[in-house]
């Protein structure tokens, strides 16, 4: 029988039913608050200010996101920032 496939960790170490377990054994036991407290915030989105943000969907022509993706590369952004950007030029233009 396969084993079952969970994914893998960062560094590609697959992620098994001992693991699961142990997570979850770890969980139960509880965290310390100081634990939790001090730990520093992790990868991900950088936050855009103190304003709670919402999320759009724009439609993009291919022509005119790979433009945006070879603009975002070159000043070493988003897409969504290049959107942004270019959103406020154009209200400010108005």
């Known amino acids: 029988m396969t084993e079952a496939s969970y994914g893998s960790t960062k560094d590609g170490t697959p ?3 001992e693991m699961i377990q142990g997570f979850a054994d770890e969980a139960e036991r509880g965290y310390s608050s100081e634990l939790l407290v001090t730990k520093r915030r992790g990868p991900g ?3 855009l200010g ?4 919402k999320v759009g969907s724009v439609r993009l022509d291919p022509a005119l ?3 945006a993706a070879r603009r975002a590369e070159d000043d070493g952004v988003s897409v969504s920032e ?3 950007r270019a959103l406020r030029e ?3 233009s108005a």
């Open 15 to 17: 992620i098994t039913e």
């Open 45 to 47: 989105r950088p936050p």
């Open 50 to 53: 103190n304003a709670a943000k």
């Open 65 to 67: 996101r790979e433009e």
């Open 82 to 84: 290049i959107v942004r």
């Open 90 to 92: 154009y209200l400010r």
